[in-house]
């Protein structure tokens, strides 16, 4: 039932043209699938309402440039992009600095507990967030942090623990031990080992849950979207859906503010692609 | 490690008496000093992390439970206790209609997740491990929709799939215009569009995590299978499915929890006059409509623990029963 697409014997260091033009083929397919509705509304935002209204699916004829310039100065969008950025870096950080010490307490300490402790962190993996979003804009109310960046980054770093962790602990544990003595014989301290030595050691490790984090801020929509209510505050999801409802009918400039909405995390992803890859799937393989 | 919890690395020259007497006289301050500094630094180091993470993720849920209990409209502290009846009361969550409607549709999604996407992905995977030339390109482009904003891929599905937009122009010029229906407008249909935008979303991250399972898989062993005459087809299924197995599995766990929770497309896809006839609720956009937006915290905060209930009662289930071999107990205390 699975794999009926690709049926033609493989031959082995020769490849049968056909069997090469067949998976060429499929991949187009696959890729144009995945990539033509983002091609089309960064073409879409290039057309006018009129051009679209005629015919939806046309090229731009001719092309305009106008919208685009229209949305890059009316709108806030530039402090969105802004807004996101701060929020974005304030999780990153957050959730780097506090899961590299607790991983680094729960990998090179001996102390009674340990295991409860990780297990308590991991738990928070099982944690299904959206169930959690009622009472945590509650609990925000209280702390008066709602309408307030914390009030979005403290929540993000919460959550973003409990991965960080679990990527981080292994890695920190596979440092071998030897290098630890060297450090306490040279004088060091345990603090001074992991300042000096461990952390510029972990920095692939860190750089992969960095960007994890990051992405996930960024693209974050329903914990800001309860928590900031100020448009001045507004990240770059909340800034989409509000222009959105707002130019609801003038298609092209929807087209281009949410094309140039998705710039940021593409060419983020263009420069990122091996730690974001790399992470989703060494953290799903344990 | 058999004696007390308190022996680490520097102590290992002391080990053998400290396994049978207390500290000794001599060196006992020094002992104490280090074993208290060695606190300090495990409080100091883990500390921030779990105040944090309790307070923001463990916390609410406790509160969400008892605030279910009250009839309340957030001035005050909640006193109208009213019991269970925000479940199951005459107009508690579970006898409303329109939630047994979202949670019927959540269930829809968890099954069309798994098996549109599981199908497809493992085809996908199996296609794009093959050697061709472009091959990075290829993995790559098919990655690109997860990694767009839940609100991006939102705002543009429901402006392709708008009546006379986009699709129904391609559907037209392929001469398909007899498919043509109101994709989002349909109330019986609207579901079924909100899936196949779910699936455009979610398949890329199925594939990589596929792509990275086969990547495990040693290329010795369909050498093997290829020189005892089997064909690539049989090769697939006899040998790299079944290696592929843990992936699979843990796959089929993200999916899981991640369509019971989901939220941010089905709001931006769909409209509340769409969603309220109970077409394209799900469980988290019928709390933050009923609930937050209602200004109900009682009624939502219910909701809350239904659907907090129901998801972590699925992951323990399935972590129990599926993936016990995978992570071998990595998630739940070892038994």
């Known amino acids: ?286 | 490690m058999t004696t007390t919890n308190r022996i680490h690395a520097e102590d290992l020259v002391d080990f053998a008496s400290a396994k049978s007497a207390g500290p000794r006289p001599i060196q006992s301050s020094s002992r104490a000093a280090r074993t208290r500094r060695k606190w300090y630094e495990i409080i100091g180091l883990t500390l921030p992390a779990l105040a944090i993470y309790t307070l923001f993720v463990l916390v609410p849920m406790g509160f969400a439970v008892y605030y279910s209990l009250y009839r309340w409209r957030g001035s005050g502290a909640p006193t109208d206790f009213i019991g269970l009846d925000n479940y199951f009361g005459p107009y508690g969550a579970l006898r409303d209609p329109i939630f047994q409607d979202a949670l019927l549709n959540n269930i829809k999604i968890v099954i069309g997740s798994l098996l549109v996407q599981g199908p497809l992905a493992v085809a996908i995977a199996l296609l794009l491990n093959r050697r061709f030339r472009g091959r990075a390109l290829f993995r790559m482009l098919v990655f690109v929709p997860y990694v767009l904003a839940e609100v991006t891929v939102g705002v543009m599905w429901r402006l392709i799939l708008t009546d006379n937009g986009v699709f129904d122009a391609v559907l037209r010029s392929l001469g398909l215009g007899s498919l043509v229906r109101s994709w989002l407008g349909d109330p019986n249909l609207v579901l079924w569009t909100v899936l196949g935008v779910l699936t455009w979303k979610y398949l890329g991250f199925a594939i990589i995590l596929l792509l990275a399972g086969l990547s495990n898989v040693p290329e010795e062993l369909s050498e093997a299978a290829a020189i005892d005459g089997a064909s690539w087809w049989q090769i697939q299924w006899h040998v790299t499915l079944p290696l592929l197995g843990p992936t699979i599995r843990i796959w089929a766990f993200l999916s899981m929890i991640g369509s019971l929770q989901v939220f941010d497309v089905v709001w931006l896809v769909t409209t509340q006059a769409i969603r309220g006839l109970g077409a394209a609720n799900t469980m988290a956009t019928y709390m933050v409509q009923e609930g937050f937006l209602a200004r109900s915290w009682g009624f939502g905060s219910a909701v809350s623990v239904i659907l907090f209930v129901i998801s972590f009662g699925a992951a323990l289930l399935y972590q129990r029963f599926v993936l016990r071999r995978d992570l071998q107990g990595a998630l739940t205390e070892r038994s």
């Open chain 1, 1 to 286: 039932m699975a794999t009926h697409a690709v049926a033609l014997p493989r031959r082995r260091r020769r490849t049968n043209p056909w069997t090469s033009a067949l998976t060429y083929g499929l991949a187009l397919a696959v890729a144009g699938v995945c990539i033509a509705p983002v091609v089309y509304v960064i073409l879409g935002g290039f057309r006018t309402a009129g051009q679209i209204a005629a015919n939806p699916a046309g090229l731009p004829n001719p092309w305009v440039i106008d919208t685009y310039l229209r949305v890059i100065s009316a709108g806030m969008f530039w402090q969105y992009v802004g807004n996101s950025a701060i929020v974005a870096l304030g999780t990153t950080l957050g959730v780097v600095a506090l899961g590299v010490c607790a991983a680094f307490a729960l990998s090179r300490y001996r102390f009674r507990g340990r295991e409860a402790l990780y297990t308590y962190f991991v738990l928070g993996l099982l944690f299904p967030a959206a169930a959690g979003i009622l009472p945590l804009y509650l609990l925000l109310r209280d702390l008066n942090l709602e309408n307030t960046w914390w009030g979005v980054i403290l929540p993000q770093v919460a959550y973003g623990l409990p991965l960080t962790i679990v990527i981080l602990r292994p890695f920190l544990l596979a440092i071998p031990g030897e290098l630890e003595d060297a450090a306490m014989i040279d004088g060091s301290t345990k603090l001074g080992f992991f300042w000096r030595i461990l952390l510029p050691l972990s920095r692939p490790a860190l750089v992969t849950v960095g960007v994890i984090s990051f992405v996930s801020s960024w693209n974050a929509f329903l914990l800001p979207l309860l928590i900031l209510h100020d448009t001045s505050l507004y990240t770059l999801p909340l800034g989409v859906q509000q222009f959105q409802g707002q130019y609801s009918s003038d298609t092209a400039a929807i087209l281009a503010y949410t094309s140039l909405s998705m710039m940021p995390a593409l060419l983020f992803f263009l420069f990122a692609e091996r730690q974001i890859v790399g992470g989703l799937t060494g953290a799903v393989k344990g």
